[in-house]
């Protein structure tokens, strides 16, 4: 099976989604993994906001019919926006997630139910989630070898609590969670044994260090996706250059 990693989208579904077709097309992917953070810009409006989810949630439908294996991991961005509305959760987000949009909550809420957004995915040992596991947080969560579950149940159960574990670098005092590791403390703590894909901070192109990968390519960066072959092998996805590049 090969599998074709794209970095967070914050809402630009228009400009991100004709880019993957173009990349099954091209590198003949059976799967797609999305890195999390389908939500949130800045410079949008509420209503911009929702059209842009459903968009999204439109085109995983379609491409999930038509045999396409579509995984949606969720990120930071996207956490308050799975909290029920008027809920304790909705009310504690709408005061600490910045970026939220509270008139846009109800609406792109609905647009995410049918995604089933999960926290993370895995082929043997190579495991992507939005922002990584670190050798703390997974010594913290006491994670198995067999780790894709018990985080898909966390983010479940405790998405605030998810939510909350910010480390120095995204200025926070905790062990950096799934959803929160900036590259710097991931680098520097990575779970050992582990191959890693994530998104969550911006790089230009994808990059990758020892056993990690960055895709977060769309904020600041050329659009480039990540596949992983049969064979396990990696290589970047530049849809400018019209070529898949071996690593």
């Given at each position: ?127 992507a989630t939005h922002a990584g596991v670190t050798g703390a947080w997974a010594a913290y969560a006491g994670l198995s ?58 790089v230009p192109t994808v990059a990758s260090t020892g056993g990690l990968w960055f895709c977060d390519t769309w904020t ?14 990696f290589a970047p996805v530049r849809l400018w250059l019209g070529r898949i590049e071996p690593n």
């Amino acid at each position: 099976m090969r599998t074709l990693f794209v970095g967070d989208i914050h809402l630009k579904s228009a400009r991100v989604l004709p880019a993957v077709d173009r990349a099954v097309t091209m590198t003949g992917a059976d799967g797609v993994v999305f890195l999390g953070d389908v939500c949130d810009d800045w410079d949008v409006t509420a209503r911009e906001a929702v059209a842009a989810v459903r968009m999204f949630a439109d085109w995983v439908a379609a491409r999930r019919a038509a045999g396409l294996d579509v995984t949606v991991l969720a990120g930071n961005h996207d956490l308050p926006y799975l909290a029920r509305p008027r809920s304790y959760a909705a009310h504690w987000f709408r005061h600490e997630a910045d970026g939220f949009k509270p008139r846009a909550h109800e609406g792109v809420h609905e647009a995410l139910k049918p995604l089933d957004m999960r926290l993370a995915w895995r082929r043997g040992r190579v495991l992507a989630t939005h922002a990584g596991v670190t050798g703390a947080w997974a010594a913290y969560a006491g994670l198995s070898d067999s780790p894709e579950g018990e985080l898909d149940r966390r983010l479940r159960e405790s998405p605030m609590h998810l939510f909350d574990m910010a480390g120095p670098a995204r200025g926070g005092r905790s062990v950096p969670s799934p959803v929160w590791a900036d590259r710097t403390e991931l680098e520097a703590d990575p779970w050992a044994g582990w191959i890693q894909v994530v998104g969550h901070t911006p790089v230009p192109t994808v990059a990758s260090t020892g056993g990690l990968w960055f895709c977060d390519t769309w904020t600041d960066g050329d659009g480039s996706m990540l596949l992983l072959s049969d064979d396990g092998s990696f290589a970047p996805v530049r849809l400018w250059l019209g070529r898949i590049e071996p690593n």
